[in-house]
Structure formats: C-alpha cells, structure tokens
C-alpha cells in the first residue's frame, strides 16, 4: 500500500526499530514496533488498544494521514491535543522519494504540516 510519507520514532536519541520492540507486550509498543515496520494498519489496531496518552492519538493520526484519511488524521489529532505526553519519544516524518525530513513537535499545526511540508499533487 502507498503511503504519503513515513513514520520514525526515536526514543532517547536513537532510531527504534523492530529489534528494539521485539520483547514489549504493551499495545502502546506493539503498535509503534508495527510503525517501524511501516505496517500502518496493523499499528493502528494495537494503538486502539493502548492506554490513552498524547502519543497514542498522534500516532494514530500519523498513521491515518499517511494512509490518506486526512479527516480521520485530525480528529485524532485533536484528541491528542486532550493529553499530556508520557513516553519521551521523537517523531519524525520522511519522504524518501524528496528526501525531506520533518520533525512532528507537541503542539505543532497539524493541518499546516500537512499542506506545507507532505501534501503532493498527484498527477495519476
């Protein structure tokens, strides 16, 4: 499935990939083990499960903006927005194919980081 962009995570400096996550039985963990692996969809369902937290929702409308749901992306978004952040985790947004790199920050603009920085014109 074609994404509009791609979803890194970086805990305490590093970039987490699957390896890092293999052992975590948390939902929160799981779902974002499945970001790194760029299986959106399977991330979204264990994030549905995770315990509510600012991370969680913007994860959530991460995964559903790079799916194409922009409306789904921000009403998760703004849900996230209801929470305080409690894992200390840098999120980042790349699109290879322009070799851009963004950095999602708590509180950022999410509509402006869509049409700014990620929304293309396609030309199918």
């Given amino acids: 499935m074609r994404v509009k962009f791609r979803i890194v995570v970086h805990k305490d400096g590093k970039k987490l990939s699957k390896g890092d996550l293999l052992g975590e039985k948390d939902p929160f ?4 083990r499945y970001i790194t692996e760029f299986r959106y969809l399977e991330a979204t369902k264990w994030l549905m499960l995770a315990e509510d937290c600012y991370e969680k929702y913007l994860l959530l409308a991460l995964t559903n903006l ?3 749901q922009e409306s789904q992306a921000q009403e998760f978004y703004q849900e996230a927005l ?14 290879p194919e322009k070799r851009e790199r963004v950095q999602v920050k708590e509180g950022c603009n999410l509509e402006e980081l869509i049409y700014t920085y990620l929304h293309e014109k396609r030309q199918d």
């Avoid at 963990?29 to 974002?32: E, F, H, I, R, S």
């Avoid at 209801?82 to 699109?95: D, G, Q, R, V």
């Fill in 66 to 68: 790079a799916l194409g």
């Fill in 29 to 32: 963990w799981v779902g974002v």
């Fill in 82 to 95: 209801n929470y305080k952040p409690c894992h200390a985790l840098e999120i980042f947004l790349e699109i």
